[in-house]
């Protein structure tokens, strides 16, 4: 079964600094790859997926990350946060032997000024 | 709005009671998937639905079960409630039978048990 590690559980910066939300996961078929943001007393929203191809991803609000199949990671990245980026944010896994998305415990990212 | 409709959005009810929450996908999705998010454990897997049929168990206890209707929303009832379940539920669809290609999330059932 896949699974996913999320290295942070919180992550400070300031605004308009870049920061990285890291992301390894464990399977041992071909994976698909995703990371969700929680917004508080909100549901979960999509922010990009990585289901095959290039391995650079853009996803919404300037996003991207980049799957590395030799390092079983996929690191979220942000070159300048902003503070309504703060939020709750999720890397998930699946793969054609299951089902369900596997979602790591989640990064807490809080901006400020 | 993400087009999974989930209500209510809270609900208080004591220990020992039953409560029913319910979903509906995303026009045009056929699985229905339940998640339980706590600060403890996180998103836990409960069950997923694909077009009616059960197609997957995860962490789901006895206490709980779900079903999916034909016009396709779905309902977790939760039977004899203990303080322990109080949590975000969490109601997702996707097109496909096995969401490799994401989820689309509702905004949640609070339930608190007091």
């Known amino acids: 079964a896949q699974s996913v590690t999320q290295l942070d559980s919180q992550v400070p910066v300031f605004e308009e600094a870049p920061v990285e939300l890291r992301c390894n996961y464990s399977?041992?078929?071909?994976?698909?790859l995703f990371w969700y943001v929680q917004y508080p007393n909100q549901g979960l929203q999509l922010l990009l997926k990585?289901?095959?191809?290039?391995?650079l991803v853009k996803g919404i609000n300037g996003f991207e990350a980049e799957f590395n199949k030799s390092q079983t990671s996929f690191h979220l990245r942000k070159p300048s946060v902003h503070i309504s980026d703060t939020a709750e944010y999720f890397c998930a896994v699946s793969s054609n032997s299951g089902y369900a998305l596997n979602f790591g415990k989640g990064t807490s990212l809080l901006v400020t000024p | 709005d993400s087009g999974v409709t989930q209500t209510p959005k809270h609900l208080i009810t004591a220990t020992g009671q039953r409560v029913t929450l319910r979903c509906s996908p995303r026009s045009g999705d056929l699985s229905v998937y339940w998640y339980q998010q706590s600060l403890d454990q996180g998103l836990q897997f409960l069950i997923q639905?694909?077009?009616?049929?059960?197609?997957a168990k995860g962490n789901i206890l006895e206490r709980f079960s779900a079903q999916q209707f034909p016009d396709l929303h779905s309902e977790l009832n939760l039977s004899s409630l203990e303080l322990g379940d109080s949590a975000l539920y969490f109601c997702?669809?996707?097109?496909?039978?096995?969401?490799?290609?994401?989820?689309?999330f509702g905004s949640g059932t609070r339930l608190t048990v007091v």
């Open positions: 399977s041992s078929v071909s994976v698909y």
């Open positions: 639905y694909y077009n009616g049929e059960e197609r």
């Open positions: 997702a669809s996707s097109v496909d039978g096995r969401g490799n290609y994401g989820y689309t």
């Open positions: 990585y289901l095959s191809g290039s391995t």
